[in-house]
C-alpha cells in the first residue's frame, strides 16, 4: 500500500500542473482584465463599476494618478504601464505562470488585486461559513440518507418505498435557491411565520450568550440554509444507496449466506454492507467539494452568508485572478487528497481490494 500511496502522491503532481496550466491559458482570452475595469471606471466615473471597493485598495501610485486622470479624455501611457507593473502584467505570460507555481508550492498566495489583503486571509475570514455548510450537510446527508437507502432497499415496491421516493424525487426536482426562497417567505417572516432567523449563521448579541446558547443559535441559524441545500442531496445519496445494497442483495453470495441460517441482519450488515458501501463511498470527493466550495453560491446570496463560493464568485466577476488561482489550486489539492483517502477508505472498508497490484 506504501506503494500506491507515493504513486499517488506523484501523480497529483502533473494533475495539478495541468489544472492550473489550462485555466491560467483560458484566462488569457478572457476580455475584461483587472486593468480593462480600472480603465473603463477611470473614463466613466458617473456610470458605477463592479470593482465595489473604489480604487481606494489600489496603492498610493494608482490612487494619486486616478484623481489627476479621473476627467481626462484619455489616460497617460505611463498610468497604464504603472498598473502593469502593479499587477504583474509587466512580464510575459510564461513568466508568470512559473512564477505564480513557485510561490504557490510555497503557499504563498500574494494579495488580492483590488483590496490589498492576503488571499489567505480572505479565504480563513470566509471558510467558517462554507465549513459549517459543506461539513454539516455531508455528515447530515450521509446520517440520514445511507440508513433510509438501505431501509429502502430492503422493503423494495413496499408502500414505505414508494411514497418516500416520491417525495424526495419531488424535493430533487425542487431547485435549492426556489426551495430556499420558499422557507423565508414561509418561516423568515417573509408572510407568515417568523420561526428562524433570515442571515447570518450568528445573532448579533452572539457574544454575550453562555455556551449552550451559542451552540443553539448557531444550529437555529443553519436549519433553513441545510434544508435548503440538503433536500437534494438527500434525494442522489439515498437513491444511490438503495440501488447498490439492491443490486448485491440479489448476488449469489447473499443467497448462500441466508441458506447457511445467519440471520437478516448479520448477512445485510456482515456481507451486503461492505460491498455496497463502495459505490456510496465513490461519490464522496465530489460531494465533499460540491457542498464545500461551490455548491452553496446561490443559497450564500439567499441567506446573505459571505462564504468561499461568494468570495469565488466575487472574484471572477472583479477578474481578481490572484483570488481566482488560489482558491482554484487550494480545491483541486484538497480534493487529490480527498481521493486518495477514499481509495485508502476502500481498503478498510473491504481488505480485499489492493490497490497496490494494480496500475495507477
Known amino acids: 500500500m506504501g506503494a500506491y500511496i507515493l504513486k499517488r502522491l506523484l501523480l497529483m503532481i502533473p494533475t495539478l500542473l495541468g489544472v492550473m496550466l489550462l485555466t491560467f ?11 480593462e475595469q480600472i480603465i473603463s471606471q477611470l473614463e466613466n466615473p458617473e456610470g458605477g463599476s463592479r470593482l465595489d471597493s473604489g480604487n481606494e485598495n489600489l496603492g498610493q501610485d494608482s490612487s494619486e494618478v486616478t484623481s489627476k486622470y479621473r476627467g481626462a479624455q484619455g489616460l497617460d501611457p505611463e498610468f497604464i504601464k504603472k498598473l502593469e507593473v502593479q499587477f504583474g502584467f509587466d512580464k510575459p505570460a510564461h513568466e508568470r505562470f512559473l512564477l505564480m507555481l513557485w510561490n504557490y508550492l510555497r ?28 461539513v454539516w450537510l455531508m455528515l447530515i446527508t ?19 418505498d414508494i411514497w418516500t421516493s416520491g417525495v424526495i424525487i419531488i424535493g430533487y426536482a425542487i431547485p435549492n435557491f426556489i426551495l430556499a426562497i420558499f422557507l423565508i417567505v414561509f418561516f423568515a417572516g417573509g408572510s407568515y411565520w417568523d420561526w428562524f432567523p433570515l442571515r447570518g449563521l450568528t445573532s ?20 433553513l440554509p441545510l434544508t435548503a441545500i440538503g433536500v437534494s442531496s438527500f434525494a442522489t445519496m439515498t437513491l444511490l444507496t438503495k440501488n447498490s445494497f439492491l443490486d448485491e442483495i440479489k448476488k449469489q453470495y447473499v443467497m448462500t449466506a441466508r441458506a447457511k441460517g445467519l440471520s437478516e441482519r448479520r448477512v445485510l450488515y456482515g456481507h451486503v454492507f461492505r460491498n455496497a458501501m463502495l459505490l456510496v463511498i465513490s461519490g464522496f470527493p465530489g460531494a465533499f467539494l460540491g457542498a464545500f466550495f461551490s455548491g452553496a453560491l446561490l443559497i450564500e446570496q439567499v441567506f446573505s452568508l459571505d462564504g468561499l463560493g461568494y468570495l469565488m464568485f466575487r472574484a471572477v466577476e472583479k ?42
Open 25 to 35: 491559458v483560458i484566462i488569457q482570452f478572457v476580455p475584461g482584465g483587472p486593468i
Open 107 to 134: 503557499f504563498d498566495f500574494g494579495e488580492s488585486y483590488f483590496t490589498s489583503r492576503p488571499v489567505v486571509s480572505l479565504i480563513a475570514e470566509k471558510m467558517p461559513v462554507s465549513a459549517s455548510l459543506g
Open 142 to 160: 450521509y446520517l440520514v440518507s445511507v440508513p433510509l437507502g438501505i431501509r429502502k432497499a430492503v422493503s423494495d415496491g413496499s408502500r414505505f
Open 319 to 360: 477578474r481578481d485572478y490572484a483570488v481566482v488561482f488560489a482558491n482554484l489550486y487550494i480545491m483541486t489539492l484538497i480534493g487529490l487528497f480527498i481521493a486518495l483517502i477514499s481509495d485508502l477508505t476502500y481498503t478498510w472498508i473491504d481488505p480485499r481490494i489492493d490497490f497496490e497490484s494494480r496500475e495507477v
Open 204 to 223: 448579533d448579541n452572539f457574544a454575550s450568550l453562555s455556551p449552550l446558547e451559542k451552540l443553539l443559535d448557531y444550529a437555529w441559524h443553519l436549519i
